[in-house]
C-alpha cells in the first residue's frame, strides 16, 4: 500500500495509524467506558469482569503511549488524550460496524430488542419504531416496557440491544432522542384553590420531576399531600384524570385528558436518548445512530 503524501488530511494519518496499532474491540471498551463513566458499568455491558475491563485498557494505553483516564476526586474522567481518543474510537468503530452491517444486514434475522420506559410509550416509542422499520423493514423489534433501573441492568447484561431511557446531566450516556420539559398537571375539573393542602400523585423519589416539586413547592410555603408514588406514567395520569391530585410529569407523558397548570414552581427539562448495549444489535451501527440523532426530532413531531 503506497503511503500517504504530505498533502493528505493530518486527521486520516492519525485515523489510519490507529488502525495499524489497536484492536476494534479495545475501542469499543473504551467507548463503553465514555458512555457510562464507570469501569463497573462498562465491564459488564462488554462481559468482561472489571480486572480484565482494567487490563484491556492499560493494554489500550501502552499501545498509544498516553494515560486515557485520570483520577478527579473518587472518580475516573478521560484524559487530554483519552477526549481526543474518542472521536477517532467512533469513527473507527462506525467503519467497523458499518462494514459488518453492509455484509450481514440480511444473515441476522434475529428480532430487534428494544426497552422503553411506560411513560415514553405513547409519543416517543412509536416515532423510533418507525425510523428502524424505515432503515430495515425486514427486521422484528420486540419491546419491553420496564422501569429504567430495570432496562439499564438489562443493556448491561446483553438482554436489551437498546433502551430509551432519561440521562443524568452532563452525561454521555447513549444518542439524543429528544428533551422533555417538565409540568404541573391536573384535572379538567381541579380547583387548586379549594385545597389548602394540595395533594400530589409522583412518579418514585428517584425521579427528577419528584424531587423538583416537592422541593419547589415546600420552598414556595405551599403545603401539600403526597397522595400516591406511582411507578407508572399511566398510574399518576389515572389519579390526576380522575381528580384525586395534581402530578408533575414529562410532557410528552401527560395524554390529552389533563391540563397544564401554570404559575406553579418550575420543573426540569430532561434529555431522552437511545442507549445501546455494547454488543446490540447489527442493526444499530454507529452511521445509522448518528442519522436517529438528527430524524428523530422530525420524526415525532410527524407522530404527534
Not at 32 to 47: D, H, L, N, Y
Not at 55 to 60: H, I, N, T, V
Not at 117 to 125: A, G, H, R, S, T
Not at 179 to 193: L, N, P, R
Request: net charge neutral.
Amino acid at each position: 500500500m503506497p503511503r500517504p503524501t504530505d498533502s493528505f488530511d493530518t486527521t486520516y494519518l492519525k485515523i489510519r495509524w490507529i488502525r495499524l496499532n489497536m484492536d476494534i474491540e479495545a475501542l469499543r471498551s473504551f467507548l463503553a467506558f465514555v458512555e457510562t463513566g464507570s469501569f463497573t458499568r462498562a465491564a459488564k455491558q462488554i462481559s468482561r469482569t472489571q480486572s480484565a475491563f482494567s487490563a484491556q485498557m492499560r493494554k489500550l494505553e501502552e499501545e498509544i503511549g498516553a494515560e486515557l483516564f485520570i483520577k478527579e476526586g473518587r472518580y475516573l474522567v478521560l484524559s487530554d488524550a483519552g477526549i481526543r481518543l474518542t472521536s477517532h474510537a467512533r469513527q473507527l468503530v462506525s467503519q467497523h460496524d458499518q462494514t459488518l452491517s453492509e455484509l450481514k444486514h440480511f444473515q441476522d434475522k434475529r428480532p430487534l430488542r428494544l426497552g422503553c420506559p411506560e411513560d415514553y410509550n405513547e409519543k416517543v416509542l412509536p416515532s423510533l419504531i418507525a425510523l428502524l422499520h424505515e432503515a430495515q423493514p425486514t427486521c422484528s423489534i420486540q419491546v419491553f416496557s420496564e422501569p429504567s433501573i430495570e432496562l439499564r441492568r438489562k443493556l448491561d447484561t446483553g438482554e436489551l440491544d437498546c433502551a430509551i431511557l432519561t440521562r443524568a446531566p452532563n452525561s454521555e450516556e447513549g444518542y439524543w432522542l429528544t428533551s422533555d420539559q417538565g409540568v404541573w398537571i391536573a384535572s379538567q375539573t381541579f380547583c387548586v384553590e379549594a385545597h389548602s393542602a394540595l395533594p400530589l400523585a409522583l412518579f418514585q423519589a428517584d425521579c427528577k420531576y419528584h424531587a423538583a416539586a416537592i422541593d419547589g413547592l415546600t420552598k414556595r410555603g405551599q403545603a401539600f399531600q403526597l397522595l400516591a408514588c406511582c411507578n407508572t406514567a399511566s398510574a399518576q395520569r389515572a389519579l390526576v384524570e380522575q381528580g384525586l391530585a395534581i402530578g408533575a410529569m414529562g410532557k410528552l407523558s401527560m395524554g390529552d385528558k389533563v391540563r397544564l397548570l401554570k404559575d406553579f414552581p418550575p420543573l426540569p427539562k430532561v434529555d431522552i436518548v437511545l442507549a445501546v448495549s455494547a454488543k446490540s444489535h447489527p442493526l444499530l451501527s454507529q452511521t445509522w445512530l448518528k442519522q436517529l440523532e438528527k430524524q428523530f426530532s422530525d420524526k415525532l413531531l410527524a407522530v404527534r
